[in-house]
């Protein structure tokens, strides 16, 4: 990234990948400012030489001082689960839609910001019928509550930036893997295979297995918000993948062969709101961007796996 960022505003830069995104720019010399609630991040997450704000996106107070003096906006706080959101959907409506209306509110107040990137998801896309990579041009049609509050959250982004002359970008993430990721029953398949399978517990698997899902490594994903931040490029989607299809099979395969455990795993219905195939084309970010992921998923697991493991697991 070229030196075009003196000071950043990072929401939910306690979290998973906003703390991995935390630390790359912190490597390139940039000062970083967070905004997080701590309500799934952790202050242990923050790195040395960040500042956090522990407060909320959509309070005023909190919002004004998380911008202040900042000259781009780095948006990924969010209530992430895609299960629960049919039960939680005033609560992510909140947090996803209102809170990014809030927070670009405060940005465009402050004056000083000149460029805001905020994070969608896959799960703004239709299903698509096969395990291609599908473009940014494949029909929005969520299916879930989450998938809801992430499209009006990347139209939000581009129409008030647009109007108060700023610059924009929205990177659609697919599935994010690496360490650091809190466990939760109902995020990250990756962390909640290891977790139970390290405890001893059954893995259930909804529907049959061979959902498709393209799953890219967090340092991967910091790297493309960085290029996003320095991009010449404004108004623009992304998406931020792989282009490679694993089935949740694969995975679980491939993670208890890691553990050394034979024990099959129980499928049970396939839940609501989950996508039947859902793997990134990246051309558009290999070429506005420069985005270029370097793991696999295959030859990443091994590491991913011990990094993840429960401390009192790992031999
Ligand atoms: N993990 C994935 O596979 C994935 C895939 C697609 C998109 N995303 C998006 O990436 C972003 C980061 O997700 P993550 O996986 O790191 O999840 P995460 O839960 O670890 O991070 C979200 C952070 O936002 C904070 N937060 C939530 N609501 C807030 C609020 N109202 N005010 C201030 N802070 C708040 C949380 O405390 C947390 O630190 C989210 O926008 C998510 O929708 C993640």
Redesign the pocket.
């Known amino acids: 990234m070229g030196v075009r960022y003196r000071r950043v505003c990072l929401?939910?830069g306690?979290?998973?990948?906003?703390s991995h995104v935390a630390r790359a720019l912190l490597a390139g010399g940039v000062e970083v400012r967070i905004?997080?609630?701590?309500?799934?991040?952790r202050r242990e997450n923050v790195p040395p030489g960040a500042e956090l704000i522990a407060g909320?996106?959509?309070d005023p107070g909190a919002a004004d001082r998380a911008v202040d003096g900042c000259d781009a906006l780095l948006h990924?706080?969010?209530?992430?689960a895609i299960r629960s959101s049919f039960e939680f959907a005033v609560e992510d409506t909140m947090?996803n839609v209102v809170?990014t209306a809030a927070i670009i509110r405060a940005a465009i107040r402050a004056g000083s910001v000149r460029r805001i990137v905020t994070?969608s998801?896959?799960a703004v896309y239709a299903d698509a019928p096969t395990a291609e990579p599908i473009d940014e041009t494949h029909a929005v049609e969520p299916i879930s509550p989450y998938g809801v509050s992430?499209l009006a959250s990347e139209r939000l982004t581009h129409t008030m930036a647009r109007a108060a002359k700023l610059e924009s970008a929205v990177l659609r993430?697919?599935?994010?893997y690496g360490p650091g990721?809190?466990f939760s029953p109902y995020?990250?398949v990756v962390t909640i295979f290891v977790n139970q399978l390290a405890a001893g517990e059954k893995v259930i698997i909804y529907g049959d297995g061979e959902q498709a899902r393209d799953f890219v490594h967090v340092s991967d994903v910091a790297r493309a918000f960085l290029l996003a931040l320095g991009s010449d490029s404004s108004g623009e989607t992304f998406n931020i993948g792989t282009g490679r299809a694993t089935s949740v099979n694969r995975v679980y395969e491939l993670i208890a062969a890691q553990l050394g455990t034979g024990q099959p795993a129980v499928h049970v219905d396939a839940v609501p709101g989950e996508l039947r195939y859902s793997v990134a084309d990246i051309a558009k970010a290999r070429r506005l961007l420069g985005y270029s992921p370097s793991h696999s998923f295959e030859e990443s697991i091994g590491e991913v796996v011990r990094e993840i493991l429960p401390a009192g697991s790992r031999e």
């Open positions: 929401t939910g306690a979290g998973f990948i906003g905004l997080d609630n701590l309500s799934t991040g909320d996106i959509l990924l706080a969010a209530r992430v947090a809170g994070t998801s896959m992430k993430l697919f599935n994010t990721q809190a995020v990250g």
